[in-house]
């Protein structure tokens, strides 16, 4: 585990900071040690699951790292989303143990499963700890985990902008070639300070093994604010990966341009696309730190990866990347015959990072996983230096009067209108043409702009074929538990309110 390389590094240096603790390496280890006997003693099985619901806090990590720690099988459960969601996810899984903080302990039914307590500010929490379970346990020795690389380490969630949550099965192979990309791309060392706030049943876990195999530390939020984010930037965070929304929380930010984040080194997004201003305007304001990668659930966070320095060359703005030592790229048409650069296909990917399959799903598996390639959905051109630029999702294409249209390209035009703070484009049906083209539009604030404006900057900036017939604005777009923009929750919110 790379904790222990970190721990080998530095015994006594920083591991974790958190709600005013400061936890060395040693002692974080030792934690995760006892925890993981704890899991051990409660279900001998290896590969059983343990399901962990809570924010992002001290026993949160340290239960994850236990569950490694202990040969288990990990099963993120996001507090954001709701009882039903969840307690389906519980039933597809059957973890055995659960550990949930004392505020999320509602939010879901445990189904048999032994529920222990995370963080809490109870001095009298009843039923089981962490910190409980870690006293009694304190000093014992987990037994080896024997699992072998194809065996599942995790089972995360993936729905994409619209569907329903598809159980994704990642192996200890595919995590651990994620650790190893991400370290070996990014360059992390025992310098770097990772900020935490994007959810750790999300994207910002692939970062913990990685920033801990380095000996570097991990700096926690349990309910992070623009103000704290900004604050810990500027005190000497040097790393932090983001969904582009709280990057634009963070542009928005009072003050923003007066503060100096001498510290950064990288500002890393994923989930959606960022628009080539926006880019810029990052770049602005944090300096030459901005860096992207993109992959799924099927083959998470670094297919392609783009560093900062990269994105001086004007070509690559609205690019995410080339593969990475992981992974081969490469778009193919419905047939699977590989493109060559410059056509738009589906993307596939191939290598140590695409998962097993889907939980409980051969069918999907088999139409996904072909002939040793992921067929991703995601829509994407290669250019001739091997950079990727993404176009969409296949069932995301909008077919209108016969011509193809490619909502991120609608998405990334409307970007650059100054009114626009956020877009989502999607098809409705249409007697006329078979499919219109819709935008539901988030502005600004202090900035108006009209439907006719936005329709005519459009057939302007790209082509009248793709304008939307139809603008809605919208206070705000929803999103789904990782951040991203939901499509299909965007479609419901508009034809709810034409009702």
């Known amino acids: 585990m790379m904790l222990l390389e970190g721990r080998n590094r530095d015994g006594e240096a920083i591991a974790l900071e958190c709600g005013g603790d400061r936890v060395t390496y040693l002692q974080l280890q030792s934690d995760v040690e006892a925890l993981a006997v704890a899991f051990q003693a409660a279900d001998p099985t290896p590969n059983s699951r343990v399901g962990i619901c809570a924010f992002n806090t001290r026993e949160h990590l340290t239960a994850l790292l236990a569950t490694y720690a202990a040969g288990k099988t990990w099963v993120p459960l996001s507090p954001r989303l709701g009882k039903r969601e969840l307690d389906a996810m519980i039933a597809a899984t059957g973890p055995t143990i659960i550990v949930a903080d004392e505020d999320c302990r509602d939010r879901f039914t445990a189904n048999g499963a ?45 729905g994409g902008s619209t569907g329903i949550p598809k ?16 370290r070996h791309h990014f360059e992390f060392t025992s310098r770097d300070v990772n900020l935490v706030v994007a959810p750790l049943t999300h994207g910002s876990s692939c970062f913990i093994l990685p920033i801990l195999g380095a000996g570097g530390r991990l700096v926690l939020l349990k309910h992070p604010t623009v103000p704290l984010m900004l604050d810990a930037f500027e005190r000497g965070v040097t790393t932090a990966y983001l969904p582009p929304t709280m990057i634009y929380n963070l542009l928005a930010g009072p003050g923003v341009g007066d503060r100096s984040f001498s510290a950064l080194r990288h500002l890393i997004y994923s989930a959606a696309p960022m628009p080539p201003e926006r880019i810029a305007e990052a770049r602005r304001v944090f300096g030459p730190v901005l860096e992207t990668a993109y992959g799924q659930v099927e083959a998470p966070q670094v297919v392609t990866v783009m560093r900062a320095e990269e994105f001086a060359d004007e070509r690559n703005l609205a690019s995410v990347g080339r593969a990475t030592i992981s992974t081969q790229v490469a778009i193919m048409d419905p047939e699977g015959r590989h493109l060559p650069p410059g056509e738009i296909g589906e993307i596939a990917v191939r290598g140590d990072l695409v998962m097993n399959g889907y939980l409980g799903q051969p069918e999907l598996t088999s ?78 604030a202090g900035i108006t702009a009209t439907e006719a404006e936005l329709i005519a900057f459009v057939k302007r900036e790209l082509d009248s074929v793709k304008a939307p017939k139809a603008v809605h604005f919208v206070e705000a777009l929803p999103r789904n538990a990782a951040g991203k923009v939901a499509r299909g929750a965007v479609r419901e919110m508009v034809h709810a309110a034409r009702r």
């Open 367 to 444: 139409r996904t996983l072909v002939d040793g390639w992921l067929r991703t959905g995601d829509l994407g051109t290669l250019d001739d230096r091997g950079y990727l630029f993404l176009k969409g999702r296949t069932r995301e294409l909008i077919n209108t009067g016969g011509f193809k249209v490619y909502p991120a390209e609608v998405e990334s035009t409307l970007a650059r209108h100054p009114a626009v703070a956020e877009c989502c484009v999607f098809g409705e049906a249409d007697a006329k043409w078979g499919e219109a083209v819709h935008v539901a539009v988030q502005l600004r």
């Open 114 to 158: 032994w529920l222990v307590t995370g963080w809490t500010e109870s001095k009298s929490a009843v039923g089981d700890t962490v910190q409980g379970l870690i006293e009694k346990h304190i000093g014992a020795r987990a037994r080896p985990d024997l699992r072998e690389p194809e065996d599942v380490q995790v089972i995360k969630w993936s």
């Open 167 to 182: 159980g994704v099965l990642q192996s200890i192979r595919c995590i651990n070639a994620q650790a190893k990309t991400i």
